[in-house]
């Protein structure tokens, strides 16, 4: 998924990737959100580098998802 939009600062992108996520709350967001995906993706397809996100401020931002294939059909 690729935006045109504001982009993040390095700064930014590594506070929204940290694992305690933001103890200020705005509305109803913990700022867990993004970190608590990566996580669980993680720990279902047993990968550690299972994302990546490319952002520059005043640029936008890119996000790949390295999901693996999978052989059989995954039934909930």
Same mark, same amino acid.
């Given at each position: 998924m690729?935006?045109?939009?504001q982009?993040?600062?390095?700064?930014?992108?590594?506070?929204?990737?940290?694992?305690? %996520?933001?103890?200020?709350?705005r509305?109803?967001?913990? %700022?867990?959100?993004?970190?608590?995906?990566?996580?669980?993706?993680?720990?279902?397809?047993?990968?550690?580098?299972?994302?990546?996100?490319?952002?520059?401020a005043?640029?936008?931002t890119?996000?790949?998802?390295?999901?693996?294939?999978?052989?059989?059909?995954?039934?909930?």
């Open positions: 690729q935006d045109t939009g982009g993040m600062s390095e700064e930014q992108l590594s506070r929204l990737l940290s694992e305690s %996520g933001s103890t200020a709350y509305g109803h967001s913990t %700022g867990i959100g993004l970190s608590n995906v990566i996580h669980r993706l993680q720990l279902f397809f047993g990968l550690k580098d299972i994302i990546d996100i490319d952002s520059n005043g640029e936008g890119c996000i790949t998802l390295k999901l693996p294939k999978l052989s059989r059909r995954f039934e909930a």
